[in-house]
Each structure stands twice: as structure tokens, then as C-alpha cells.
């Protein structure tokens, strides 16, 4: 089993930066994607970048530019940097994690709005 928190959400301004956290614990496997995604309100969820357990950052062509993937595989932690933040960005962010033998993982989600 796996589980998944998240953390560093919150209500900013637009314009302003938030950086959000993954914890990951349980039976956690060397070889593994990690990802973000979010779902905005009335809206499906959507894939905001993922991250091998190598490296290789993806990112969807919409979400090129203001977001930042990385991870501490040492602390299994994931982050997502984000910057200049508009209001379109409101949505719960997820953690994801997901190996081949086990499949996916989602964690409960963080609340990021941005708002004037």
C-alpha cells in the first residue's frame, strides 16, 4: 500500500507562487512515475507534469512554461513549483504514483485557489 499527501495549498493573489508537496510512504518502489494533476471546479481532472524516478520531466504542451516537477527520492517527496499564478489555475491539486505491478495511487488532494 501506498499513501500520499499533500500539502502547500492555499489562497494566493495572481501573479504570486505557490510550491506544493507530495509525501510519499508504504511500499514504495525504486523504479516509479510520479505526477500532478488537477481538477478545477466543474471540470475533469487533468495531468499537469510527471516525473520518472530517474529524472525526465514531462509536461503537457497546455502546462509548458510556469510549472516546475521535480523529486527528492532519498525523502520520497514530489513538488510542483508554480509561478505566476492566474485565476485558471484554481483547482485541487493530486499527487499521483504509479509502478507497473501496482498500479496508481492518488493522494486526497490540496486546494490551490487564486484569487484577487
Known amino acids: 500500500q501506498v499513501q500520499l499527501v499533500e500539502s502547500g495549498g492555499g489562497l494566493v493573489q495572481p501573479g504570486e507562487s505557490l510550491r506544493l508537496s507530495c509525501a510519499a510512504s508504504?511500499?514504495?518502489?525504486?523504479?516509479?512515475?510520479m505526477a500532478w494533476y488537477r481538477q478545477a471546479p466543474g471540470k475533469e481532472r487533468k495531468l499537469v507534469a510527471s516525473?520518472?524516478?530517474?529524472?525526465?520531466?514531462n509536461y503537457p504542451d497546455s502546462m509548458k512554461g510556469r510549472f516546475t516537477i521535480s523529486r527528492d527520492n532519498t525523502k520520497n517527496l514530489l513538488y510542483l513549483q508554480m509561478n505566476s499564478l492566474k485565476p485558471e489555475d484554481t483547482a485541487v491539486y493530486y499527487c499521483?504514483?504509479?509502478?507497473?505491478?501496482?498500479?496508481?495511487?492518488w493522494g486526497k488532494g490540496t486546494l490551490v485557489t487564486v484569487s484577487s
Open positions: 499521483n504514483y504509479w509502478t507497473s505491478v501496482q498500479g496508481n495511487y
Open positions: 508504504g511500499r514504495i518502489f525504486a523504479s516509479s512515475r
Open positions: 516525473i520518472l524516478d530517474t529524472g525526465f520531466p
